[in-house]
C-alpha cells in the first residue's frame, strides 16, 4: 500500500499551488472541500509513489488568551495578570480548523509543513503537528519545507531539500505572545477602569497599553512636543546675484546666516559697496549615486508610505496578497542581500517580455547586468524579486503600483550606478565668500529605471580663475528658523526599525493600531499627528515612569527573544524574567496614577458636562457619540447620522458584543427603578427593524416620542428573530407571556435578582433570588415546549441536596423550579398535583398559543415567518 503524505500549507491559495506544481504532468488532481481544500493526487516521495494529500491553515490555529475566571474585568485584580496562567484556544471556531487537520491526518506516514518561512510560521507548524497528532514518537515522520516563494521551481527544489521544523523559533512567539498579553491586557484594564466615566470628550472607549504600541506613540508624541515648544527666531542671509554669458546665478554665503540684522545689513552694505565679483577656484569632481541593495519588507513599506501613498497595513496587505498568487516572492524580510547562488538571469527572464519592463530587461541582458551591491544577510528570506509577469489590468490598480515598484527596484539593484560630475565655484566679494554648484549627470544608470531618485542637473558659465564679473543686486533674504514636521509613517518606520521596535511583519499592525485607537491621526503626506488623548497618555507615562513609553524595554525583549530563537535562551525563564520586571513598573504604575490624572483633568471635559463616546458605528467603525439629554441619541460623526436610543433609562456598551445583522455594537438599557427591566438593543435595528411587520408588532411609534422605548422604537434584540443570535428572542424567549400575546424573555444583567419579563406588556416573573448564574440552553420541555433554563445556585444558599448547585429544569414543569418563581403584575402560573405536573391554567394555554389564537410548536417562534 503507497504510504500517504499530509502537506498543510498557510492559506488555501499556496496550497493550491504547491498541490499543482507537485502535481505536474499527473492528469488527476481531485480536489474537495472541508474547512479548507484539499487536493489529492498520486507522485513520488523520498523514492516511492505515494498518495499525496495538500491542505492549508488560515494563518494561526490558535490564539493566546486567559482563563474564564480572568474574563472579568471587575472581579479580578490587574497585578494577578502577571502570574496568571494561560492557555491555547482556536483563534476561529467556525472553522474548525483543529478538528480538518485532525481527520484529514488519520492513515498519513509523513506531515510535510509549508507554513510560511518566519518565526510565525514556524509557530504554526508546532500548531499544526499538535492538531495532527504528529509525533516522533509514534513513528510518524516531520518535515519542513523551507520556500521563498510559490513557483513551481521553487517549490520543487523545497520538496528536495526537506529539513526538521525549528521548535527555538516558535517557542520564540510563545513567549512574545505571553509577554504581550499579560503587560497589555493588564495595563489596558487598569486605565480603561480608572479612566471610563470620568472624563466625556476621551474619544475612545479602551485606553490601551501594549509594549510595542506605546514606545510606537511615544516618537510621534515626541516630534509634537519638538514642533509646540519650538521658538522660532528671525535670521538674516546676504544672497549675491550675477549675470554671466545668460546665467544668472544666485550665489550661497559661506557663513550661511546670521542671527543679528544689524550685523546683516553691514556685510550687506559692504558687498554693494565692492561691487565686483572674482571667481577665487573652481573645482569638478566624479561622484557616484549607488545603485540601491535587495528590497527588503521595511523600505518597501517606507516606499509604499511615502510615494505610493499606502499606509504599512494596506502595502502589506497587497505584497502578500501579490506572493499568494505567485507574482513576488516571499514579502517579509530583513534581508538586503542576494544569496550566491541567486538565478539573476533566470529572473530576469521572466520580465523579459513584459509589455512595461520588457525593453529594459531585454537591454540589461543585453549590455550585462551587474551583481548587486552586499547588503544585510539575515539569512530568513531574499529581498523581494519578481516571479511571474503581470500586468495592471491582472492585478488592479493598487496591486499593481506595488508590483510595479517591486520591479523597478530589482531592476534598479542589477543596473550601473548613476555616475554625475559637481562642480563647485568659489567666488569672493567686499571680503566675504560665497559659491555655487552645478551637476551634470554622465551615466544615469539606475535613475533611468528609478526616476524619482534621479540627479538634478544644473548648469553653469564657463569661467575662469580671477574672472571678475560685476553684480546684478544683492538681496538681505530675511526669514524664521522652522520647527521639524510631524513625523511621516515612513520616518516612524525607520526610527521603529533602528530601535528594534516590532519586526518586520508587526511594524505595520503597531501604526495601524495606533491610528484605530484614536491616539494619532494621519493628515496629509501620510503624516501621523497625535490626538490630545495620545499626548496625554505619553506625558502621563513620562511623569510616572519614562521607561514605559520608550523603546529601550520593547528593544531588549526583542533581543531576549531573538536569544531564545537561536536556542540560547530558555523560553520560560525570558517570560519570567520579563513579566517579574514589569510587574513591578505596574505596581509602581497604579501607586502613581494620579499624575496621569492630573492631565487628564486638564485636556478633557467631565461626563456631565458633554456627550460621550459610547459605541462603534458599524458602518464606519468609529466611535458614536451619547447625547443623554433628551431625547436620547447616538450620533456618530463620521456618518453623520442620528440613531435613536430608549428614553428615560441608562445605556451602556453590553460587552462590546456586534449585531450578526450590521455589525453595530450591541447596548443595554436599564429602566428606571428597581423592578424596571433591562434589555440589549443593537442601534442600527432599533431605527430600521430588518424583519417586516417587527416594528408594528411592537406598538411604538417611530414619529412620535411616546412609544415606551422612546422615539423611532422598533426592534430591540428581545423582538428579534435572527436563528442563531444568543440574544434574540429565539435564543433568550422562555415561554408565553400569561397575560399577553408576548414572550417571556430572560432579563440578562438582572443578577442576583434574577428575572424573566416580557417583550409586550409589564409582566415580570422574579426567579430564584441570589443565585450565582441562570441562562437559557438550547433544549425545549418535551411537555409544554418551554426553554429549559439552567440554574447555578449559590454554594451558601442552594436547594439542592449535599450542597450540589447546578440545576436544569423547566420553570412551568419542574416543582422545585415552579416553587420558586413569584410573579409581579401578571396572573400567576398553575400548576397540576400530582407527580412533576405540567402547568396550567392561562399561563400555559397561552405558552401554546402564537398571535390570532393559533396552535404553535415553540412559544417563541411566533415571528416564524418574517
Known sequence: MAPKVLMVAEKPSIAFSIATALSAGQVLMSSRRGSTEVHEFEAMFQGQKAHYKVTSVIGHVFSVDFPAAYQDWTATDPLTLFQAPVLKTESNPKAHIRKHLNQEARGCGNLVLWLDCDREGENICFEVIDCTGFHPTNGRQIFRARFSSVTEKDIKKAMNNLVAPNRDEALAVDARQEIDLKVGVAFTRFQTSYFQGKYGNLDSRVISYGPCQTPTLGFCVQRYLQINTFKPEKFWAVHPYIVHNGYELKLEWERNRLFDADVAEMFRALIVDDGLVEVTSISEKQETKVRPSGLNTVNLLK??????????????????????????????????????????????????????????????????????????????????????SASEDMLGYDAWRVYQYVCQHFLGTLSPDCKFIRTKIDFSVGGEFFYCTGQNVTVKGFTSLMPWLAISEKSLPRLTNGDKIELSKVELYEGNTAPPDYLSESELISLMEKNGIGTDASIPVHINNISERNYVQVQAGRRLIPTALGVSLIRGYQ?????????????????????????????????????????????????????????????????????????????????????????????????????????????????????????????????????????????????????????????????????????????????????????SLIAQGVCACPECSGTLVLDPVSAPKWRLYCNMCNCLVFLPEGAHRITTTREKCPECESTILEVDFNKKTTPLEDGATLYIGCILCDELLHSMIEMKHGKSFFKRTGGRGRGRGRGRGHSLRGRGGRKQQDPKMSFRDF
Do not use: W
Not at 633 to 641: A, H, V
Not at 699 to 711: D, N, P
Not at 718 to 723: I, K, L, R, W, Y
Open 543 to 727: 511623569c510616572i515612569d519614562p521607561d514605559l513609553c520608550l523603546p529601550d524595554i520593547r528593544s531588549f525583549i526583542e533581543q531576549q527573544i531573538t536569544l531564545v530563537s537561536k536556542g540560547q535562551a530558555n523560553h520560560s525563564l525570558v517570560v519570567q524574567h520579563v513579566l517579574a520586571q514589569f510587574q513591578q513598573k505596574f505596581s509602581y504604575f497604579v501607586k502613581k496614577i494620579e499624575n496621569m490624572d492630573s492631565l487628564f483633568e486638564a485636556q478633557f471635559s467631565p461626563l456631565s458636562d458633554s456627550g460621550r463616546m459610547l459605541s462603534k458605528c458599524g458602518k464606519c467603525l468609529r466611535y458614536m457619540k451619547y447625547i443623554s439629554s433628551l431625547p436620547s441619541r447616538l450620533f456618530c460623526g463620521t456618518c453623520e447620522e442620528v440613531y435613536y436610543v430608549p428614553q428615560k433609562g441608562t445605556i451602556k456598551l453590553y460587552k462590546e458584543i456586534t449585531c450578526p445583522l450590521d455589525n453595530f455594537e450591541l447596548l443595554i438599557f436599564s429602566m428606571a427603578g428597581p423592578e424596571g427591566k433591562s434589555f440589549p438593543l443593537c442601534p442600527y435595528c432599533y431605527n430600521n427593524p430588518p424583519f417586516e411587520g417587527i416594528d408594528t408588532l411592537f406598538g411604538a411609534s417611530k414619529a412620535g416620542s411616546t412609544g415606551k422605548l422612546g422615539k423611532g422604537a422598533g426592534m430591540p434584540c428581545f423582538m428579534c428573530p435572527h436563528p442563531t443570535c444568543r440574544h
Open 303 to 388: 516606499v509604499a508610505s511615502s510615494s505610493l501613498g499606502f499606509g504599512p497595513q494596506l502595502a502589506m496587505q497587497l505584497a502578500e496578497r501579490l506572493y499568494t498568487q505567485g507574482f513576488i516572492s516571499y514579502p517579509r524580510t530583513e534581508s538586503t542581500a542576494y544569496p550566491s547562488s541567486f538565478d539573476f538571469r533566470g529572473a530576469l527572464d521572466v520580465l523579459r517580455n513584459n509589455p512595461v519592463f520588457g525593453y529594459d530587461v531585454q537591454k540589461l541582458l543585453a549590455d550585462g547586468y551587474v551583481k548587486p551591491r552586499s547588503g544585510t544577510d539575515v539569512g530568513d528570506h531574499p529581498p523581494i524579486t519578481p516571479m511571474r
